[in-house]
């Protein structure tokens, strides 16, 4: 391998010349052989963004090719670890060089000693193709983890193949032109993994969050956007996320957050119980955690990574969620190496290449069919912090060109208490007519009558809040005073949702429809009441209407709204 010399320093960004590397390939720079990428070459010259500290670095030192571009390591072990944005595990790295992590470290992402439980699945003499399972380990007590023939080679016949306990590098089949294969292979992490092909999004994504699921729903493969300012909630509503939507895997990516906060998550996250299994959530997770005070360039590298890992799961079959907190963040970063660059400013400076570098990212979500048979996913929500919470900013408007769902946080609902803090009004998903038919098969015939309804309400209520901020609500006609009753109801009973409540964190789609058709029944029995001429201060008045609020928080509440149901049956024929 060639070995060049170090030109120039700024930061992250070195310039070196007597290379031979191509684009994206992994080289090391300096003394230290600090973990770096080619991401420019000009004539002699190559461009290299370093993904660790480059203080000390002088022009001069060598600069020394791999060959590779920056991969990563796949194969058993990788769930419950914790990594850096380069796929180095964090535990690792605290034990060689402590709490502060010393520079040109080099760790792998899994463990090569570990010895696994290796149980074939294809026989000798099999025909296996790329991407085909050949055997599987129980990783975890409900994970098994398939081994694939890595899908960048031909396959072939097997010619041996071996069952028992083996480390990620022994071999446990031969192919029939002496292809040898271990548990483990590398892949480049900007290179998407192929698939079969990829399927239409026609399955919700579950999360029990009634003003997703409801109004904003997220297909499995879909693409999400959670944009808000400081403080309302994305970290939160990630964590809610992770732990109830109904994925098998959860690749959680922290770029460029605040230390603190990361610390704060990297002590929760692993003491959160599965609803599912009552097991902690970590035996189903991998967290890549690339804080703001660590090399700006590792924030793309650690998306990139996160991405990648989230494709192999898929691979096997299994759904995916990943999220990451924040773009903003990696958004800062390409700002930061453009101008290093000298490259010609985009909107508020950020590169002119920002949009295709997020496309580049969420295009790689989806349902789809694998190379190893059966159907598998990667749905991907990725938080955006907009300064001082402006959507009109490039990095929320390119986000948007890509996503399909946009959940809006507004900081006005988190200083009313409302949370999740998602606006009804500015929020949207593209994927309802996909999904309209998984729901009337699956919920009720109702589930989208309903909805419409119910946003109908809340948009007419927009509207009249105006005219009350005037002249007063009691300014207004009967039934306009009863439809700003209904949507206070819709607001409160039903949107609202405590993610700390052991009950009301999680609202099935039969309770969540159940609990909105009761509202609206509410509202049906009230129009009524209006033309008879009952005055609109009974109609608000009936016990049963605030019984409804408390019918979320139960478990077995089936019983319970039937009888608050009768009793409002009861109470509205009373009325006079």
């Known amino acids: 391998m060639e070995v060049g010399k170090i030109s120039r320093v700024a930061g992250p960004l070195v310039q070196a010349t ?9 080289v090391l720079v300096g003394e230290e052989g600090l973990m770096s990428e080619v991401i420019g070459i000009s004539g002699n010259k190559h ?4 993904y660790e ?18 991969v990563a390591q796949l194969g058993p072990g990788i769930l419950t670890q914790i990594y850096d944005g380069i796929q180095r595990p964090l535990p690792m790295l605290a034990a ?3 709490d502060f992590i010393s520079r040109g470290l080099f760790v792998d992402g899994i463990d090569h000693k570990k010895k696994w439980e290796f149980k074939p699945t294809a026989k000798k003499g099999d025909l296996v193709k790329p ?14 983890h398939k081994i694939m023939v890595p899908p960048n080679l031909k396959g072939g016949v097997i010619k041996e193949i071996y069952s028992g306990n083996f480390n990620v590098d022994e071999v446990v089949a031969v192919l029939d032109d002496g292809t040898k294969l271990t548990m483990m292979h590398k892949w480049p992490v900007r290179r998407a993994r192929p698939v079969t092909k990829k399927l239409a999004p026609t399955i ?4 029990g969050q009634r003003v997703i699921d409801g109004f904003f729903s997220l297909a499995k493969g879909g693409t999400a956007a959670i944009p808000g300012g400081f403080g309302t909630g994305k970290t939160v509503m990630q964590q809610t996320l992770s ?3 109904d994925v098998d895997i959860v690749v959680y990516v922290g770029c460029g957050e605040r230390g603190n906060e990361m610390a704060d998550l990297l002590h929760e996250f692993p003491e959160l119980q599965d609803p599912r299994t009552g097991r902690p959530l970590m035996e189903r997770s991998i967290v890549y955690a690339n804080t703001s005070n660590m090399p700006v360039a590792a924030r793309e590298a650690s998306v990139y990574t996160g991405m990648t890992t989230s494709e192999y799961y898929r691979d096997m079959g299994y759904d995916v969620l990943m999220t990451a907190d924040s773009t903003s963040r990696w958004a800062e970063a390409m700002r930061e190496m453009g101008s290093r660059l000298e490259e010609m400013p985009g909107e508020e400076g950020y590169p002119a290449y920002l949009g295709a570098r997020l496309a580049d990212f969420y295009e790689r979500a989806g349902r789809a069919e694998v190379l190893n048979g059966g159907q598998g996913s990667v749905s991907i929500v990725g938080a955006v912090s907009p300064p001082g919470g402006d959507f009109t900013e490039p990095v929320t408007q390119n986000t948007l060109r890509m996503v399909k769902v946009f959940w809006a946080l507004d900081s006005k609902l988190t200083q009313r208490r409302h949370f999740p803090s998602i606006n009804w009004l500015d929020s949207y998903s593209l994927y309802d007519l996909d999904l309209e038919p998984w729901f009337v098969e699956n919920v009720s015939p109702d589930w989208n009558k309903n909805k419409r309804r119910a946003m109908a309400i809340l948009q007419e209520n927009a509207e009249l809040e105006e005219i009350v901020m005037l002249v007063g609500s009691d300014a207004l006609p009967e039934d306009q005073q009863v439809t700003l009753e209904v949507a206070r109801m819709i607001i409160n009973f039903w949107l609202a949702q405590s993610a700390f409540h052991p009950v009301d964190t999680f609202s099935p789609y039969k309770k969540q429809f159940d609990l909105l058709a009761s509202i609206l029944k509410y509202r049906d029995y009230a129009f009524e009441a209006v033309q008879k001429g009952i005055p609109v201060a009974q109609i608000t008045s009936v016990p049963s209407k605030d019984a409804l609020a408390k019918v979320r928080l139960e478990a077995e509440y089936e019983p319970i709204l039937a009888k608050v149901l009768a009793q409002m049956d009861t ?6």
Do not use: C, H, N
């Open 18 to 26: 007597g290379l031979k590397a191509s684009m994206y390939d992994l």
């Open 47 to 50: 461009i290299i963004q370093v």
């Open 53 to 70: 500290d480059t203080g000390g670095v002088r022009p001069g030192e060598p600069v020394k090719e791999t060959g590779a571009p920056l």
């Open 96 to 98: 060689a060089s402590g």
């Open 131 to 144: 991407g085909q399972s050949i055997g599987e380990v129980q990783e975890q007590l409900l994970i098994k």
């Open 204 to 207: 919700p994504l579950r999360t």
């Open 243 to 245: 732990k109830w939507a």
């Open 571 to 576: 109470e509205f024929k009373a009325l006079k």
